[in-house]
C-alpha cells in the first residue's frame, strides 16, 4: 500500500480510529494537501483535540489509536515526537518563561543556522511581527497580542513540516483575533504547510476556509 | 546510565540498607553473629534482656510518647484547620510552619529545655515578682518520671509536619466547597470541618501520621535531652548497650532492636484502634446531626495551643542564642549580666570541624537523592507511567521502620564485613531518610508543569534531553533547590545514624550538641544548638537567592 500513498505531499490522515476506554471519540479518513486548512469542529470534551494528541505524538496513554498519519508521504506514529518536524500552536503562547523572548525564538532555529546567523535570524523574525528590538525583553511583559505573534514566529522559525492549531485564537479578545487568523493562515500559505485547526468557533472554521469536520 | 535504570537503584539505595540492617540486627538477636562469637542460634539474647531492670517502664514510656504526642499532634492539627482555616491568624501562623520543620528536632529540644526547666527563661521572667522564687524551684524538668516533657518536644515537631501535609493535600480536597455546604446546612465552623473535610484530609495525611508514630516512639536524641533517666525511653537505653565497650552487650542490644520494632508495630495496632474509635465519634456526632454552632470555645482553645507551641520553638531558639553569648547570668535574671563570645571563641575550631562535616555529608547526601528523584521523575515523564500508591508507600518505608532497629543492623553489619566506617557509608544512611523528603517535595512541582511545554519543544525538534535540559530544569530550578534545602535540613538532623555509622569519626553539629547535653554547660550547648538552627537555613537562603539572581529580570519565575 506505501507505493500507493508516498507520493502524497501534505498530510494524508488514513483511516484513523481513536477510542478512549471502549468509546470510539473519532474516525477520520481525509487528505490535507500543502497549504489548506482542515477544520475540526465540536463542542469542548468531544476528543476533537486527541487528533492532535496522536498526529504531535502525545496522545495520553489512555487513548488507544489505529490508522495511520502521513506527513509527506512519510508515516509519522512510529517516530519519536522530536522527529516528527510538527509544529503546534495552543491557545496560550506559551513562551517559555526562563528564557527572553529571543531566546525563544533562538531556541527554536534548527542547530545547522550556526554562531551569529541564529541571532541575526531571530532579529529578522521579530521585525517580521512588528516587534523589532524586544529581543531581550521579559516574555511577562508582552501583551496578549504580542505574545501570540511571538508563539507565530517561534514555531515557523523550527521549520516545520506541518501546522496544528488548538484553538489558538479562543483566548484573544475579537479585535486580535481577526488579524491573528489572517496571519497565521497566510504563514501557512506562503510556506504550503498542510494545516489541522480544531475549534469550536464556526468564524474560524470559515477563516480557514478549507473543508470542516464535525465531530 | 539509562533512565531505565533510576527507579531501580532508587529502590535498592533506599531499601537495600534497611533490609540488610533488619536483618543484621534479628540474627544477633538469636544469638548467631559469628565476628563476635555467636556460632549458633539461640534465645540467650532474649532472656539477658528479660533480665535488664526496668525494662517493661522503658518499653511503656516509648509507646506512651509515641501514642500520646501523636494524638496531641493530630488532633491539634485537626482543630486548627476547623477553626482557622482561611483566616488572618491562620496565615500569620502558617509563615512560622515551614521555617519551624526546619529546626532540627535536638535544637528544638534544647530550646524547650532552656525555656521552661526550673532555672529556665520563662520561670526567670516570672520570678520573683509572681512566684517569689529568688532561686530555681526544684521540680523535674526536664526528665520528668512521666516523660511529659519529652512528649511535648515530639508534639511541637510533629505539629508543623502535620499542618504542613495537610496544607499539601487540601487542594484536592475542594474542601472549601464542601465547607460551605456544611455551613449551608447549618453546622458550626469545627463540626462542619470534621463531618465534611477530616475523613477524606485524614486518608491523604495517614502514612505521615504513621511515620510521625514511629518516629516518635522510637526517637533517640531528642529523648537524651527531655526524656527521664530512671528507667530512660528503650530506644535510649539500646544506644547505651551499643555503645557499651564490652561487645557482648551487642546481643543484648539487637535483642533489644527487635522489641523495639515489635513496640512500634504495636503502637501502629493500637493506632488502628485510636483511628476506628475517632471514626465512630465523628460519625455518631454527624447522626446526632448536632450542629455546634456555639464551638467559640474550641476554636479559641486550639489557636491559643497552637500559638503556645509555635511560640515555645521560636522563644527556645532565642535563649538558646542568648545562652551562647552570656556571660555570667545570674538566677531570676531575666538577661544576662554582660556579654560575650568566649563560648564561640573557645569551641571554633571544633565547631568548624563539625560544621564542615555537616556540609560535607548533607551535601553529598543531597546531590544523590537529587540525582536520583530527577532521574525517576524523568522516567516517569517519558514513560507516562507513575509508581502508583505502592511506589509511595515504599517511598514512606524508611520512615514508617525504626530507625534504631536497621541502623544499628548496619554497624553490626559493616563491623562482620571489616569495612571501617567511612565518609561513604554515612552519606548512604543519610540518604535513605534524605531522598523521600527530597522526593515527595519535587514530585508535585515536577507534575505539575504545563505538559504542553514538551509539545512545544518537540515542534521544534529537540529531543526528550535538550528539553529536560534546557526547559524543565530551568523552570524547575527553585523547586529542585527547595526540596534540596528540606532533604539538607534533614540530613543535619540525623543523629542516630551520623552516630552509628559514623562511629564518633564524622561528628556533626547535632551530634555534637546532643553529646553535651548531659554536661550541662548550657553556654556550650546554645553554641552547638544554635548552629544546628543555622545550617540548614543556609540551604533556604541558596534555594532563594540563586533563583532570584539568575531570574531577575523574569516576571513568571518569580514564586
Redesign the interface.
Known amino acids: 500500500m506505501t507505493d500507493m500513498t508516498d507520493t502524497t505531499n501534505g498530510l494524508d490522515i488514513s483511516d484513523v480510529h481513536i477510542v478512549l476506554d471502549g468509546r470510539e471519540l473519532l474516525a477520520i479518513d481525509t487528505q490535507v494537501p500543502p497549504g489548506s486548512v482542515f477544520t475540526v469542529m465540536g463542542p469542548s470534551g468531544s476528543g476533537k483535540s486527541s487528533l492532535l494528541n496522536l498526529i504531535?505524538?502525545?496522545l495520553?496513554?489512555a487513548f488507544s489509536a489505529s490508522g495511520d498519519v502521513l506527513l509527506d508521504g512519510k508515516s509519522l506514529l512510529k517516530l519519536?515526537?522530536?522527529?516528527?518536524?510538527?509544529?503546534?500552536l495552543?491557545q496560550?503562547a506559551?513562551l517559555?518563561?526562563?528564557m527572553?523572548v529571543g531566546g525563544n525564538l533562538v531556541?527554536?532555529i534548527?542547530s545547522a543556522v550556526k554562531g551569529a546567523a541564529r541571532r541575526a535570524k531571530a532579529e529578522d523574525a521579530l521585525a517580521s511581527i512588528d516587534m523589532a528590538g524586544f529581543f531581550d525583553r521579559?516574555?511577562?511583559?508582552l501583551s496578549g497580542g504580542q505574545r501570540a505573534r511571538v508563539a507565530l514566529a517561534?514555531?515557523l522559525l523550527?521549520e516545520?513540516r506541518a501546522l496544528l492549531l488548538d484553538e489558538p485564537f479562543s483566548k484573544l479578545d475579537a479585535a486580535l483575533r481577526g488579524s491573528m487568523r489572517e496571519l497565521v493562515f497566510r504563514a501557512a500559505s506562503e510556506r504550503e504547510l498542510p494545516v489541522i485547526l480544531v475549534t469550536h468557533d464556526a468564524a474560524d472554521a470559515e477563516a480557514a476556509g478549507g473543508p470542516v469536520f464535525q465531530v | 546510565m539509562p533512565l531505565a535504570m533510576f527507579p531501580v537503584l532508587t529502590l535498592a539505595l533506599l531499601l537495600g540498607p534497611i533490609i540488610a540492617g533488619l536483618a543484621a540486627t534479628f540474627l544477633p538477636a538469636f544469638g548467631y553473629f559469628p565476628a563476635l562469637g555467636g556460632e549458633e542460634f539461640n534465645f540467650e539474647p532474649f532472656s539477658m534482656l528479660w533480665n535488664q531492670p526496668g525494662l517493661w517502664q522503658s518499653a511503656w514510656l516509648s509507646i506512651k510518647v509515641g501514642l500520646v504526642s501523636t494524638i496531641l499532634a493530630l488532633t491539634i492539627t485537626a482543630l486548627f484547620l476547623a477553626g482557622w482555616h482561611s483566616t488572618r491568624s491562620f496565615r500569620a501562623v502558617q509563615g512560622f510552619i515551614s521555617p519551624l520543620l526546619s529546626v532540627p528536632h535536638a535544637a528544638a529540644a534544647f530550646g524547650i529545655a532552656f525555656l521552661l526547666a526550673p532555672s529556665g527563661w520563662l520561670m526567670r521572667f516570672a520570678s520573683p515578682e509572681l512566684t517569689g522564687f529568688t532561686r530555681p524551684p526544684t521540680y523535674l524538668f526536664p526528665g520528668d518520671e512521666g516523660a511529659w516533657a519529652l512528649i511535648l518536644g515530639m508534639t511541637v515537631k510533629e505539629l508543623p509536619f502535620l499542618i504542613l501535609m495537610s496544607l499539601a493535600a487540601w487542594p484536592q480536597l475542594r474542601a472549601d466547597k464542601k465547607l460551605q455546604v456544611a455551613a449551608g446546612l447549618g453546622y458550626g465552623r469545627v463540626a462542619g470541618f470534621l463531618h465534611s473535610v477530616w475523613p477524606q484530609l485524614y486518608g491523604q495525611i495517614r502514612l505521615a501520621v504513621f511515620a510521625v508514630l514511629a518516629f516518635a516512639a522510637s526517637v533517640v536524641d531528642v529523648a537524651l535531652i527531655l526524656g527521664p533517666s530512671t528507667p530512660a525511653t528503650l530506644p535510649v537505653r539500646l544506644l547505651d548497650w551499643m555503645n557499651d565497650p564490652d561487645l557482648s552487650k551487642r546481643f543484648l542490644a539487637s535483642a533489644g532492636a527487635v522489641l523495639q520494632l515489635g513496640l512500634v508495630l504495636a503502637a501502629m495496632g493500637a493506632w488502628l484502634a485510636v483511628e476506628k474509635l475517632g471514626g465512630l465519634m465523628c460519625s455518631s456526632l454527624a447522626a446526632s446531626g448536632r450542629r455546634m454552632t456555639r464551638d467559640g470555645l474550641v476554636r479559641r482553645g486550639a489557636l491559643v495551643v497552637t500559638v503556645a507551641l509555635v511560640a515555645m520553638v521560636v522563644l527556645g531558639t532565642i535563649v538558646l542564642a542568648l545562652w551562647s553569648v552570656a556571660g555570667f547570668w545570674r538566677f531570676p535574671d531575666v538577661l544576662p549580666q554582660a556579654f560575650t563570645l568566649k563560648s564561640w571563641s573557645g569551641q571554633s575550631s571544633q565547631a568548624l570541624r563539625v560544621l564542615g562535616n555537616t556540609f560535607l555529608i548533607g551535601g553529598l547526601a543531597v546531590a544523590v537523592a537529587a540525582v536520583l528523584t530527577i532521574g525517576c521523575l524523568e522516567r516517569e515523564h517519558r514513560s507516562g507511567r507513575d509508581g502508583g500508591q505502592r511506589a509511595l508507600l515504599l517511598l514512606y518505608v524508611p520512615l514508617l521502620v525504626p530507625q534504631i532497629a536497621f541502623v544499628f543492623g548496619l554497624q553490626m553489619f559493616s563491623l562482620s564485613l571489616g569495612i571501617d566506617t567511612s565518609l561513604a557509608a554515612v552519606v548512604l544512611v543519610h540518604l535513605v531518610f534524605v531522598l523521600p523528603y527530597l522526593f515527595l517535595s519535587l514530585a508535585d512541582p515536577w507534575r505539575n508543569v504545563d505538559p504542553r511545554f514538551a509539545q512545544v519543544g518537540a515542534g521544534m525538534g529537540h529531543g526528550p534531553n535538550v528539553y529536560l535540559w534546557r526547559v524543565r530544569l530551568p523552570l524547575l530550578l527553585r523547586a529542585i533547590l527547595t526540596a534540596a534545602a528540606v532533604g539538607f535540613s534533614v540530613s543535619i538532623a540525623q543523629y542516630l545514624p551520623t552516630l552509628l555509622i559514623g562511629g564518633g569519626r564524622l561528628p556533626t553539629v547535632t551530634t555534637e550538641a546532643v553529646a553535651l547535653a548531659s554536661g550541662g554547660n548550657r553556654r556550650i550547648i546554645g553554641v552547638y544548638a544554635f548552629l544546628q538552627l543555622v545550617a540548614p537555613l543556609v540551604g533556604f537562603v541558596i534555594a532563594a537567592a540563586v533563583p532570584a539572581f539568575l531570574f531577575r529580570n523574569r516576571r513568571e519565575m518569580r514564586p
Open positions: 504531535g505524538g502525545f495520553p496513554p519519536p515526537p522530536h522527529k516528527r518536524r510538527v509544529g503546534t495552543f496560550d506559551l517559555f518563561p526562563h527572553s531556541f527554536a534548527p521579559d516574555p511577562a511583559t517561534r514555531l523550527a516545520p
